[in-house]
């Protein structure tokens, strides 16, 4: 076949169904629905049957919402100003790649820094 392949056996740039997408980037369903009536930028396509499927850039947005609100802890209303350029948000999102578990710690952290911060904050816990 022609085109790159995906992890999920779907060619590069293929539409996803929004169980597919929601399984890419870890979040259910309903949350997709609820960010279509607060993003208005995220417009599926609907079939019949009111099936939604997203296009290339409709994943591309879900991503960059997801680490807008998961990663950076943006509300949803400060990510909705950062996604229409009233508020510029620090870190460009990386894509997701689901065909691998990540390998590294985030940019300038090292896993044994982690793993020692793990550890301080588990011993905090047990000592509360």
Do not use: C, N
């Not at 085109?3 to 890419?24: C, H, N, P, S, Y």
């Not at 985030?106 to 820094?113: D, E, H, L, T, Y």
Request: aromatic share 4%.
């Amino acid at each position: 076949m022609s085109g790159t392949r995906e992890g999920d056996g779907k060619a590069a740039g293929a539409m996803l169904a929004i169980g597919e997408l929601a399984d890419r980037i870890g979040v259910p369903t309903h949350v997709l629905r609820y960010w279509e009536t607060r993003f208005p930028q995220l417009k599926p396509l609907q079939r019949s049957g009111r099936r939604r499927y997203y296009r290339a850039d409709d994943v591309a947005l879900a991503e960059r919402i997801h680490h807008l609100l998961h990663v950076q802890g943006f509300t949803v209303e400060g990510a909705r100003k950062a996604l229409t350029g009233g508020q510029q948000a620090s870190d460009p999102v990386p894509p997701l790649d689901t065909a691998s578990p990540p390998a590294a710690a985030p940019a300038g952290v090292s896993i044994q820094a982690l793993e020692s911060l793990r550890r301080r904050l588990a011993a905090a816990l047990d000592a509360a």
